[in-house]
């Protein structure tokens, strides 16, 4: 093989690199989303995880562009770190103040973007048929995942938006950035008795050990459903909660984990993959 021939045929396999960064990250589907998103519309990249703890992220993320990586998408706890490091931030990115997708401009500018709350509400309105204009909401959870979602809640005008965390303050703030927007209030967890509501998102990270916010009796209202941003191939403890609590539905995050990983792709290729395909996959490849 000729010099030039064979320098053609190294390029033509080199991969575009992309990343997702979290801690923890062993359960994280993304790469295997990514990966069948490449195959199925012809685009060459790799993908791969990477554990990062908080006070290796900047150095990481660093390397990782200086290198030649294309884009980075960054999970717990890295989603403020993320919205920091960005040179610049979309209008959905600077609204939550968390970043999950940073993307190398050709120009060598790195942008930040949020493609949290699409993805969520894409899951609910669209794989799921639920309907979010004129209901009451509860958003356990006020981290980086509440504030990627609570915009793209509020745009579909739902009666109310209710922030419950653990550390109370942290709801109450978060609200008060929101409360311009719609009816959106924060609180405890203890508040929340004799209160109810159509649909209660879990997006606390309890279940990723295993754990779940202390919910009072008589949360769900008729017909109410609940939604656990984490996803496992088990039924997470919050799944199992809403299931033993009346809820019309009790769902994961795994159609969400696909929407906004088809939202990243779009960014990054260009290309919107089919969700639907790799939904209905993952949901064979869970445990029996
Ligand atoms: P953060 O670390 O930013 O925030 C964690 C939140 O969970 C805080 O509000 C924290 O409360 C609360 N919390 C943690 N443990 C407990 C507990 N035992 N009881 C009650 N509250 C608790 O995480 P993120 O916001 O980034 O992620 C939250 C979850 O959403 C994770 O499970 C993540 O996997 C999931 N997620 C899923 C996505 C998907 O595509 N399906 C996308 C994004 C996130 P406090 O403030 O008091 O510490």
Redesign the pocket.
């Known amino acids: 093989m000729g010099y030039l021939q064979g320098k053609k045929n190294a390029m033509m396999t080199i991969k575009d690199r992309y990343a997702v960064l979290g801690q923890p990250i062993k359960h994280s589907k993304s790469p295997r989303i990514h990966q069948l998103f490449a195959a199925q519309t012809g685009q060459l990249l790799s993908y791969h995880a990477r554990e990062v703890p908080v006070e290796q992220f900047t150095t990481v993320v660093t390397a990782f562009f200086t290198e030649g990586g294309k884009g980075l998408n960054c999970?717990?706890?890295l989603?403020?770190l993320a919205w920091n490091y960005a040179d610049e931030n979309t209008g959905r990115a600077k609204l939550s103040k968390?970043v999950?997708t940073l993307t190398l401009r050709e120009d060598g500018v790195i942008i930040g973007d949020n493609t949290?709350g699409c993805?969520?509400v894409a899951d609910l309105t669209v794989n799921h048929g639920i309907k979010l204009a004129g209901s009451r909401i509860l958003i356990?959870?006020?981290?980086?995942?509440?504030?990627?979602i609570i915009a793209p809640l509020i745009e579909q005008a739902p009666y109310s938006l209710v922030i419950a965390?653990?550390?109370i303050e942290?709801a109450v703030n978060l609200a008060a950035e929101f409360c311009d927007k719609g009816s959106v209030t924060g609180c405890g967890?203890a508040a929340l008795a004799h209160q109810q509501y159509d649909l209660i998102l879990?997006?606390?990270?309890?279940?990723?050990?295993d754990?779940?916010?202390?919910l009072p009796e008589g949360l769900i209202a008729e017909n109410g459903i609940c939604y656990d941003?984490?996803?496992g191939n088990q039924p997470t403890p919050f799944v199992r909660w809403g299931l033993g609590h009346g809820a019309a539905k009790s769902l994961d995050?795994?159609g969400?984990?696909v929407?906004?990983?088809a939202e990243a792709f779009f960014i990054w290729r260009g290309v919107r993959p089919d969700t639907q395909a790799v939904i209905e996959l993952l949901n064979t490849e869970r445990d029996p």
């Open positions: 999970t717990v706890p989603k403020e968390a999950n949290d993805g969520l356990l959870g006020a981290g980086g995942a509440s504030r990627g965390n653990r550390t942290k967890f879990n997006a606390t990270s309890a279940s990723l050990s754990q779940l916010p202390p941003l984490a996803y995050g795994l969400m984990l929407e906004q990983a």
